[in-house]
């Protein structure tokens, strides 16, 4: 199956430091990702569509200055999360959409960011 | 109202038993249906992928999709432990769009 892979798992940094989080479609090409937020017991909430080569999409109320997303190869796109501060500390989680063919989206395992 | 609406549970159920999972919608545009499951600290899996109105099955899966009545749903046979998750429906008006998930349900399968 297609496997998507998010790096770091597990970040914990000070206020005020930039994170950037990055998201590998492993055995598939992707056109498309997608980034979401998912608070504790909450659904994902989607941030922001990166197609390869072009500006991400943002959903209204995302900040697209504090949130960068590149999106520069068909297999990696990166969530870069500026001058972060507490209220950033989320579960952020990637999927992929297949360009072969299939529609689906595959999620990656998710990154757990905590600012301190 | 949200868009997409799901019991958040939790549902416990015994060991063997159907677990009965379903979702509404409002958004009549909404042409492709997905089930993901997510176990805690960890990024959903994809369980099924309908498009449009009827039924699918794979292996102890089933999923329903009823456009008329906007009301998806899935059932798991023989539920087993390991089948304890969130269980999150999601759905699109294009294929590969992105998606609007529901709440998610808990679900709790016990021995």
């Known amino acids: 199956g297609a496997v998507v892979s998010q790096h770091p798992s597990r970040v914990i940094c000070k206020s005020g430091t930039s994170v950037k989080i990055e998201c590998r479609s492993l055995?598939?090409?992707?056109?498309?990702m997608f980034w979401y937020r998912q608070f504790p017991k909450q659904s994902l909430m989607l941030m922001a569509t990166?197609?390869?080569?072009?500006?991400?999409?943002?959903e209204q109320g995302v900040e697209k200055d504090k949130f960068l997303i590149n999106h520069a190869s068909l297999t990696l796109s990166t969530l870069t999360v500026t001058s972060a501060h507490p209220e950033d500390s989320s579960f952020y989680i990637c999927?992929?959409?297949?360009?072969?063919?299939?529609?689906?989206?595959?999620f990656g395992p998710g990154t757990r960011l905590t600012v301190l | 109202q949200k868009e997409v609406e799901q019991d958040p549970g939790p549902l416990s159920v015994p060991e063997g038993a159907i677990v009965s999972l379903n979702c509404t919608y409002s958004?009549?545009?909404?042409?492709?249906f997905m089930w993901y499951r997510q176990y805690s600290r960890k990024g959903p899996e994809l369980l099924m992928y309908?498009?449009?109105?009827g039924n699918k099955e794979d292996g102890r899966f089933t999923a329903q999709v009823d456009k008329s009545s906007k009301y998806i749903s899935l059932f798991i046979r023989d539920s087993q432990p390991s089948d304890s998750a969130t269980y999150l429906c999601?759905?699109?008006?294009?294929?590969?769009?992105?998606?609007?998930f529901g709440g998610g349900t808990r679900v709790l399968v016990k021995p």
């Open positions: 999927s992929a959409r297949d360009s072969g063919g299939r529609y689906e989206q595959f």
């Open positions: 055995d598939f090409q992707a056109t498309t």
């Open positions: 990166s197609n390869e080569g072009s500006k991400a999409t943002y």
């Open positions: 958004n009549s545009a909404f042409q492709y």
């Open positions: 309908t498009y449009s109105s």
């Open positions: 999601a759905m699109s008006a294009a294929a590969g769009n992105k998606l609007t």
